[in-house]
T-cell receptor, first 114, second 113 residues
């Protein structure tokens, strides 16, 4: 089955700086890669996603890049703000003919230092 | 648009007891997922339904866990009997189609003592 590795486990950056979180996946058939933000005690919320036919996607301060050859994808947050502090999860979904649940990484705790 | 609803939000039980969780997906969403999130980890898929049929239950510990989605809408997840290692947040998610965004409910935090 799919395996998703996520790094780093904890990332501390100064407010206003950029943050980068990286993930690798094992199943070359995976075709959808969402990123979720989870605040303490809350549900995971989708912040951005990318499909395998696209190399990069941006939404204001957030961008995701995908390298299918290397099987890795990254989340980039620019001009970080205190409200960006949370745990971020990457995930991958295969093209398993309907069995398409997400496989998640272990998460990155992003800390924005004032 | 109303989100995914789950109940109860919290549950504390003794080991070997039984427990059930309920999920009401977003109206019209055909695909429903149950995930288990152990503290400090990412969610892990337990079971996926398409309408009222099971699509994937390969990671469901079937000796103690069961799930159903009668009439293709609400779903229940049951654990019988519970073990200490079942302590986790159980998240329900739904999507309009299999290929669409998954929206998560608030989860049920289970503590097994």
């Amino acid at each position: 089955g799919e395996n998703v590795e996520q790094h780093p486990s904890t990332l501390s950056v100064q407010e206003g700086d950029s943050a980068v979180i990286k993930c690798t996946y094992s199943d070359s058939a995976s075709n959808y890669f969402p990123w979720y933000k989870q605040e303490l005690g809350k549900r995971p919320q989708l912040i951005i996603d990318i499909r395998s036919n696209v190399g990069e996607k941006k939404d204001q301060r957030i961008a995701v890049t995908l390298n299918k050859t290397a099987k890795h994808f990254s989340l980039h947050i620019t001009e970080t703000q205190p409200e960006d502090s949370a745990v971020y999860f990457c995930a991958a979904r295969g093209s398993g003919g309907g069995a398409d649940g997400l496989t998640f990484g272990k998460g990155t705790h992003l800390i924005i230092q004032p | 648009e109303a989100g995914v609803a789950q109940s109860p939000r919290y549950k504390i039980i003794e080991k070997r007891q039984s427990v059930a969780f309920w999920c009401n997906p977003i109206s019209g969403h055909a695909t429903l997922y149950w995930y288990q999130q152990i503290l400090g980890q990412g969610p892990k898929l337990l079971i996926q339904f398409q309408n009222n049929g099971v699509v994937d239950d390969s990671q469901l510990p079937k000796d103690r866990f069961s799930a159903e989605r009668l009439k293709g809408v609400d779903s229940t997840l049951k654990i019988q009997p519970a073990k200490l290692e079942d302590s986790a947040v159980y998240l329900c998610a739904s999507s309009l189609l299999v290929t669409d965004t998954q929206y998560f409910g608030p989860g049920t935090r289970l503590t097994v003592l």
